[in-house]
């Protein structure tokens, strides 16, 4: 009886040795080391976590990548103003035109949003064509100028040239007439009515032309 209690203790003993060395295959909580296994929802969200920050990596990666230059500061054109000369009454205009340059002469109010819109290209080009004189009337403030004048809307422009001599030389100021009219804010004809009685405006296309 004894000799079977200890052929079985050893029996016993050695089963415990070969599972201990072969691990515990039956146990589905660990799979023969110390972490404890991960359950099938676990490993799923262990991997789309994984797959997020890889994504996040390869993102910003590819931004330093494409990241485009800054492009240069465009250089604004600067237009020089020109003097513009505000005049009240008949007489200062014909001073004006006694100089023998071109007159430009802008009919305008205080409360007229039009005439506003327009008074700083007015001054622009005034010192883009030199060689003409621009004025400034405030039919509020003429003295009845603007109606002698026949100006009936706002903003009207005006341009008086010398019918005879040259340009520069001083004339009568009733030899100088009327030869444009422009009524509203278009800046387009505006220009292209102030370059039409420019004689600087002519001499450059001239030169141009021969070119």
């Known amino acids: 009886m004894k000799r079977l209690l200890s ?31 991960l359950t099938r929802r676990q490993r799923r969200a262990q991997s789309r976590k994984t797959t997020q920050v890889q994504g996040r990596a390869k993102t910003k990666k590819s931004k330093a990548k494409a990241a485009p230059a800054k492009p240069a500061p465009v250089k604004k054109s600067k237009a020089k103003a020109g003097k513009i000369h505000h005049i009240s009454s008949k007489a200062d205009l014909d001073a004006l035109k006694a100089q023998g340059k071109p007159v430009v002469v802008k009919y305008s109010a205080d409360w007229c949003g039009a005439c506003t819109m327009i008074a700083g290209y007015f001054e622009n080009l005034a010192g883009e064509f030199d060689d003409m004189i621009f004025a400034e009337v405030n039919i509020d403030k003429d003295g009845g100028l603007s109606g002698k004048e026949g100006v009936k809307a706002l903003p009207t422009i005006h341009i008086h040239k010398a019918k005879v001599g040259k340009v520069g030389e001083l004339v009568p100021a009733n030899k100088v007439g009327k030869v444009g009219e422009l009524v509203g804010a278009n800046k387009d004809a505006l220009h292209q009515l102030v370059k039409a009685h420019s004689q600087k405006a002519k001499v450059v296309k001239e030169i141009k032309s021969r070119r």
Do not use: I, N, V
Not at 10 to 37: H, N, Y
């Open 7 to 37: 052929l079985l203790m050893l029996c016993s003993l050695a089963l415990t040795t070969q599972l201990m060395d072969a691990g515990c295959s039956s146990c589905r909580s660990c799979d023969g080391s110390s972490e404890p296994r």
